[in-house]
């Protein structure tokens, strides 16, 4: 009897995917619907006072920052071991206005700065299509430690040529 009894019983029962099918769907309609709605503007949205004070004003325009443009003496550096090739290149700094006068003071150190990083140079590192984005923000960096600060917001090539 023991043989019938062992074949007599069934299967055990496979747990329903019901509630994991149910909340994954749950969980996808609220998702959609919470970005819908911030995406919308119901919630989240900026005040209705704000933008319509802005979008009733078009013609106001910011107020210009306080900036003054330094001009940097132009420089002819010579390139690499061969006096063959030569950099021409001048620039100005983007200074805040109450800082004119002492960045024009530091001018002999920032030129110093400039000629010296510009003389490593190798005729490849200028050949590459990034380098002046590089060499930009290599030379800002170095302007900026010479003035100290803050004092110099950026660096503008005004001419950068190889011969």
């Known amino acids: 009897m023991t043989e019938t009894e062992n074949t007599e019983e069934d299967p055990p029962k496979k747990a329903s995917k019901l509630p994991l099918i149910l909340g994954l769907v749950l969980a ?25 004070a802005e979008e009733e004003s078009p013609d106001k325009v910011k107020a210009m920052p306080d900036v003054a443009f330094v001009p940097v003496d132009p420089m002819v550096i010579s390139l690499g071991s061969s006096a063959a090739r030569h950099l021409r290149f001048q620039a ?34 200028l050949e590459a299509s990034s380098a002046l984005i590089r060499l930009r923000a290599q030379m800002l960096r ?19 040529v190889l011969n």
């Open 28 to 52: 996808l309609v609220g998702g959609g619907g919470g970005f819908f709605a911030v995406y919308s503007g119901m919630i989240l949205a900026p005040d209705s006072a704000e933008t319509t």
């Open 92 to 125: 100005q700094l983007e200074v805040g206005a109450p800082y004119e006068a002492e960045v024009t003071k530091l001018m002999p150190r920032v030129v110093d700065v400039l000629n010296s990083y510009l003389r490593a140079l190798e005729p490849e590192d």
């Open 142 to 160: 170095r302007v900026q430690i010479v003035t100290g600060g803050d004092r110099v917001r950026d660096l503008l090539i005004m001419e950068f």
